[in-house]
C-alpha cells in the first residue's frame, strides 16, 4: 500500500505565507501527477493545482500569481507554497497523487488525510 502524509497547514494572517507539503510513501513504483485540492465548508472539493512528473504544472484562476506547486521525484514528495493568502482560502487542502505500485500496472488515486489552512483577516 502507498500513503500520503501531508503538513504544514495552520492559521495565517491576510497575506501572510504558507508552504505545505505532502510525502508519498510505501509501495510505489513510480508516480504520475500529484496534486493539491481544497474544501471549505459547505462546498465542494476544488482542484487548487496539480503538477506532472515531467514539472508541467496547472492551477485554478483563484490561485495563479499567488500558489506554486513544485515536486521533489527523488524524495516523492509534492508542495505548495502560498504567499498573499486571504480569508477565502480557508478551506481543508488535500494532497493527490497517482500512484502505480510494485507488481501492478494501473496507477491509482490515493488522498493524504488533509490539513487545515485558516487565514484571518
Known amino acids: 500500500q502507498a500513503r500520503l502524509v501531508e503538513s504544514g497547514g495552520g492559521l495565517v494572517q491576510a497575506g501572510g505565507s504558507l508552504r505545505l507539503s505532502c510525502a508519498a510513501s510505501?509501495?510505489?513504483?513510480?508516480?504520475?501527477?500529484m496534486g493539491w485540492y481544497r474544501q471549505a465548508p459547505g462546498k465542494q472539493r476544488d482542484l487548487v493545482a496539480a503538477i506532472t512528473s515531467g514539472g508541467s504544472t496547472n492551477s485554478a484562476d483563484s490561485v495563479k500569481g499567488r500558489f506554486t506547486i513544485s515536486r521533489d521525484n527523488v524524495k516523492n514528495t509534492v508542495y505548495l507554497q502560498m504567499n498573499s493568502l486571504k480569508p477565502e482560502d480557508t478551506a481543508v487542502y488535500y494532497c493527490?497523487?497517482?500512484?502505480?505500485?510494485?507488481?501492478?500496472?494501473?496507477?491509482?488515486?490515493?488522498w493524504g488525510q488533509g490539513t487545515q489552512v485558516t487565514v484571518s483577516s
Open positions: 510505501g509501495n510505489i513504483f513510480s508516480i504520475n501527477t
Open positions: 493527490n497523487a497517482n500512484i502505480r505500485q510494485w507488481g501492478s500496472q494501473w496507477f491509482l488515486t490515493y
